[in-house]
């Protein structure tokens, strides 16, 4: 299913905007680094914060810059509300969240970027239940990757939702349950490196990426059942939509 979702509007972000959004974030990540190691201490931690924020910052005005339909809007809002409904389903079995494979599927349909913007409300409005704090830019930028990573995947035929074989299904899904495993999860780890550990060293670093392998693993698991059991049905489904409202080519 390449390209459903960005392919099917004729405009895009200007380069150039896309240059000057990179450019103003770079700078201020850069900045706040540099003021950070000269105020030392605990300042560390309010600059990964900062850093995390301009990373997301230029997806959300490349999105902005398409000027999408409303009608996409809508089916946005309706998948990371499912998003949020399928991480506060498990509140009662931690680390079990299909969060991700809703927001892989919504990056899937609608594009990278429309999927990174999925991923990162869905995380900012699902932490209203499971309590925010300076760890929410990192799941922000979790939960953002993978619709953004799926959606490029599916923009370039690597991965599709259309119509597959069970080869696909089971190659989607496990591509989805590895991706939580070695790049989402570790992202979310690295968050509790900065705020949990106050000295930061090689054998903290080595402990703390242990300690959260097992729950990335489970995290991982439940973002493969899921995609293997809701991928096709709900991308039919989306599809459908798209058809119906003129959304697609």
Known sequence: MPGLGERRRGRSCPRSRIVLTWAVSLACAAASVVVGAMAGGRAYV???????????????????????????LVMLAVMAALAVAARAAFIWLPGFKPMAAIIMIAGLAFGPSSGFLVGSLAALTS???????????????????????????????????EN?????????????GIFVVLV??????TSSLFFMISSITPESVVAVYLAGFPMNCMQGAATFVTLLLVAKP???KLTRMQ????MLD
């Open 184 to 189: 989402a999860g570790p992202v979310l780890d």
């Open 234 to 236: 709900l991308l039919d």
């Open 127 to 161: 932490n209203f239940i499971f309590g925010q704090g300076p760890w929410t830019p990192w799941q922000m930028l979790a939960f953002g990757l993978c619709g953004l990573v799926f959606g490029a995947l599916a923009r370039r035929g690597i991965v599709t939702g």
């Open 46 to 72: 309010v600059t990964s914060v900062i850093v995390v924020l301009c990373a997301i910052a230029p997806f959300f005005v490349i999105f902005e810059s398409r000027r999408p339909q409303a009608r996409e």
């Open 164 to 176: 597959p074989g069970v080869a696909a299904r089971l190659g989607l899904a496990a591509g989805g």
């Open 243 to 246: 058809r119906k409202y003129g």
